[in-house]
């Protein structure tokens, strides 16, 4: 099945700076990468995906880079605000008939210092 | 659209008792999906739901746990009995046709297993 790694699993910006997270998958077949956003006590919440037959993908101040030959994609958050802090979830799966298994990496916990 | 809706949203139980936790997806989904989030394991997919049947339920830990989708709008996820170990937040999600499209988490349930 489909194995997705995350680094780092912590990360402390200041405020205006960028913030990358990486990510790497193992199933070449997957095709769809959605990244979440998890705030305190509330459930992850999409905030940008990505498919295959993209390269970027950017939306205001986040972007997402894929690069399916080295099985990795990336979230870039430009200048970071104190609300960006939260944890960030990457994950993978196929997107087809039948498919419905998103497997996600372990998280990085961003937090923004004012 | 009031989003996926979970409850309850905290529960404390006593080791041995039945626990059970209740979902309703966002109307018009036919997908739905039960996670286990932990500080060890991250995100797991415990099972998975689509047009009411249980598609995989590979996910789910062990005969203590089970789950059933008696109608569109509505699922519940079971423990019984329940352990300390079982201590976690469980999230429900829901989609459009499985993951072909965005997944919706609810805001969980948060529970601890004394």
């Known amino acids: 099945g489909e194995n997705v790694e995350q680094h780092p699993s912590t990360l402390s910006v200041q405020e205006g700076d960028s913030a990358v997270i990486k990510c790497t998958y193992s199933d070449s077949a997957s095709n769809y990468f959605p990244w979440y956003k998890q705030e305190l006590g509330k459930g992850p919440q999409l905030i940008i995906d990505i498919r295959s037959n993209v390269g970027e993908k950017k939306d205001q101040r986040i972007a997402v880079t894929l690069n399916k030959t080295a099985k990795h994609f990336s979230l870039h958050i430009t200048e970071t605000q104190p609300e960006d802090s939260a944890v960030y979830f990457c994950?993978?799966?196929?997107?087809?008939?039948?498919?419905?298994?998103?497997?996600f990496g372990k998280g990085t916990k961003l937090s923004v210092i004012p | 659209d009031a989003g996926v809706i979970q409850s309850p949203r905290h529960e404390v139980t006593e080791m041995g008792q039945e626990v059970t936790l209740r979902c309703k997806p966002i109307s018009g989904h036919n997908s739905l999906f039960w996670y286990r989030q932990t500080m060890m394991r991250g995100l797991e997919l415990l099972i998975y739901?689509?047009?009411?049947?249980?598609?995989?339920d590979s996910g789910m830990p062990e005969d203590r746990f089970s789950a059933k989708m008696p109608n569109a709008s509505f699922s519940t996820l079971k423990i019984q009995p329940s352990e300390p170990r079982d201590s976690a937040v469980y999230f429900c999600?829901?989609?459009?046709?499985?993951?072909?499209?965005?997944?919706?988490f609810g805001e969980g349930s948060w529970l601890t297993v004394v």
């Open positions: 739901f689509n047009n009411n049947v249980p598609i995989d």
């Open positions: 999600a829901s989609s459009h046709s499985g993951g072909r499209n965005t997944i919706y």
């Open positions: 994950a993978a799966s196929m997107r087809g008939a039948g498919s419905y298994q998103l497997t």
